[in-house]
């Protein structure tokens, strides 16, 4: 299937390992110049040589640590639309995750809310000049059921939802797609359940046996996902939440 991608403008938050850099792979080897940051300079660097060497676009990454920092990233959305000369997608994947930091809640509305919001504001104009402008939440599984304990990050997941689901009813006139992603349990070197498997063997076993493939998620299995939902092989999707997660979680979606 062609998902009509050649030469679309892809912005994202993150990607610089895991979920993201699986994505922005998957979006160069379609042809989208791509604009992403981490707050990791040597991840940063070693990302963009992996996604410049995925496909013949544009890539224009740097190093940004957005944490407390709403006027540089605001400002660095606005070089990445004139570097990349659009945005037609934007992907939401910065999360206090990343930091390990699950039960900040001052982190998971700077990172996960409000990094979402800003970015809203800044791109809307490019997205809206789009013919497929197409946004997609980053979320969890983690924000639909019970997961480990009550926490900042399950909250602010799930408030994410909310958000993007208004946000999909707000924007679709100004032909704006808005739509979560969430994944379960995924696992790589540089992840979070990397870290769980080295330290809590007992905990990380428990989650396996619970999943009914047997197995975490991998990366890709999920980037596969983000970029067909954002692009315009899917232009009538909008407002849903995408689960991803080999049937974790138990309840009925309806």
């Not at 995925?54 to 640590?65: I, Y």
């Not at 504001?121 to 969890?140: Q, R």
């Not at 997961?147 to 993007?164: D, E, M, R, S, W």
């Not at 070197?189 to 080295?198: D, F, Q, R, S, V």
Request: with cysteine; net charge negative.
């Amino acid at each position: 299937m062609d998902l009509g991608l050649s030469g679309k403008k892809v912005i994202m938050n993150g990607g610089s390992h895991g979920l993201g850099l699986a994505t922005l792979k998957t979006y160069a080897e379609e042809g989208c110049d791509v604009a992403f940051f981490s707050s990791n300079a040597e991840r940063v660097d070693a990302a963009a040589k992996t996604v410049d060497a995925a496909g013949s676009g544009k890539v224009f990454a740097t190093e940004l640590d957005m944490t407390g920092n709403p006027e540089e990233y605001a400002a660095w959305l606005a070089k990445a639309v004139a570097e990349l000369g659009g945005c037609d997608i934007f992907i939401h994947t910065a999360s206090a995750s990343g930091q390990g930091a699950t039960g900040d809640w001052d982190r998971c509305l700077d990172l996960d809310i409000k990094g979402a919001t800003i970015a809203i504001e800044a791109l809307t104009p490019a997205l809206s000049e789009s013919d497929c402008g197409s946004v997609i939440f980053m979320t969890s599984t983690a924000a639909l059921e019970k997961f480990v304990a009550p926490q900042a990050f399950n909250a602010i997941k799930a408030a994410l939802i909310t958000y993007g689901s208004q946000l999909a009813q707000a924007l679709a006139p100004q032909g704006i797609r808005v739509n979560c992603i969430s994944p379960g349990p995924i696992g790589y070197p540089t992840g979070n359940w990397a870290t769980i498997k080295e330290n809590m063997p007992e905990f990380y076993d428990g989650v396996v046996a619970q999943m009914p493939m047997g197995r975490l998620g991998e990366p890709q299995e999920v980037a596969n996902s983000v970029v067909f939902l954002s692009s315009p092989a899917s232009p009538y999707t909008t407002g849903t939440n995408l689960v991803i997660d080999g049937g974790f979680t138990k309840r009925v979606q309806f």
